[in-house]
């Protein structure tokens, strides 16, 4: 059975030169992708960090790539970690043109029901925390979004109709509260994390709906093995636009299930990570397993669960103030090779 995912990937992710790096004091990192996937054909971009801009905490990012079927996708972040040691501001900027699939809902729902749709989009967001004592941070988030939905009407579009079906103008706003008590939040070797987010539209767009998510994680360390465990629980209520339907599947979430299969209006999963710590700082080899699960309020209790499982390589970047992975994972239903830059959990 061929499965939905980034099918056939071959990511090309090196470092630069070590003479180059060492001239900035490795703050800044480049690393070129090229990629392969049955939606887009061959493509390929580069993702540029500035770590420490200016020897301030926080960091900004530049990602751009493109594909043979001309489909495009660029982003830039930044993060300024502290202003006086009391505030974090965070903002997100994207526009681009990209491909995607949508099965609806269902755990998981059948090849048949795929449905091909390109958006192109534009938009982004902005958050300020302020930090309180122990870690603890509290802020709001303000998101705003334009999408021109392109449908295909195949597999469950032909026969079903989706809130944002052809697309529309959302903005959100929200609070969260995060405690942050890991050594490091890219590549943490000890201390916990939680984070509730709470997002409400704003009157006058096209959709209104809320969303809830809940994170939280735990990261030891013995000896030379670090092992993290990580629990995600998210539902959404109202007219959700169907882009931003909760889902499992992808790059940090059911790495095996590809492509955002398993979909529902509540997705929650939990999962393990054990990396091994090498005496070769930039290389550490990584297993992970992974059960989750999908679908409306009433029934999430009682759908089935699905699992994942593989592993890969972690390569460290900055101190592990930033960290490239690569994973290959199984699951009940497909197999998918995943790269991304930041940690999983």
């Not at 050594?183 to 809320?210: I, M, R």
Request: proline letters at 5%; hydrophobic letters at 35%; one cysteine or more.
């Amino acid at each position: 059975m061929e499965t939905n995912r980034l099918q056939s990937s071959l990511f090309c992710l090196f470092l630069v030169a070590s003479g180059a790096s060492a001239k900035l004091g490795g703050k800044l990192l480049p690393v070129p992708v090229a990629f392969s996937s049955p939606e887009t054909g061959i493509g390929g971009g580069a993702k540029l960090r500035w770590q420490d801009p200016y020897d301030k905490p926080g960091f900004a990012d530049i990602t751009a790539y493109t594909t043979q079927k001309v489909q495009s996708h660029m982003d830039v972040e930044v993060m300024r970690d502290s202003l006086d040691g009391i505030w974090r501001l965070n903002g997100y900027g994207e526009f681009g043109k990209f491909p995607g699939k949508w099965f609806g809902h269902g755990n998981p729902p059948e090849d048949s029901l795929a449905s091909i749709y390109t958006p192109v989009y534009v938009g982004g967001w902005f958050s300020a925390s302020r930090w309180l004592d122990d870690g603890w941070l509290v802020g709001v988030k303000g998101t705003l979004e334009n999408w021109d939905i392109h449908n295909y009407h195949l597999g469950i579009h032909r026969t079903e109709r989706f809130t944002g079906g052809k697309g529309g103008l959302e903005a959100n706003i929200g609070i969260e509260v995060t405690r942050e008590g890991r050594d490091l939040a890219t590549h943490p070797k000890n201390g916990s994390y939680l984070k509730l987010s709470v997002q409400t539209s704003v009157p006058g767009t096209d959709f209104e709906w809320q969303n809830l998510t809940l994170d939280a994680s735990e990261t030891v360390t013995f000896s030379d093995i670090t092992a993290v465990v990580r629990g995600h629980h998210e539902e959404v209520w109202g007219s959700v636009p169907f882009w931003r339907t909760p889902f499992l599947g992808w790059r940090k979430s059911l790495r095996g299930l590809p492509d955002k299969r398993l979909r529902g209006n509540v997705a929650q999963c939990l999962g393990t990570e054990a990396r091994w710590n090498t005496a070769i700082k930039w290389l550490q080899p990584a297993l992970f397993g992974e059960i989750g699960k999908a679908g409306g309020h009433a029934e999430v209790w009682t759908a089935d669960v699905n699992w994942a499982a593989g592993g890969g390589c972690r390569f460290p970047l900055a101190e592990g103030k930033a960290v490239l992975r690569v994973d290959y994972g199984w699951s009940e239903v497909g197999s998918g090779l995943y790269v991304d830059f930041g940690h999983a959990f």
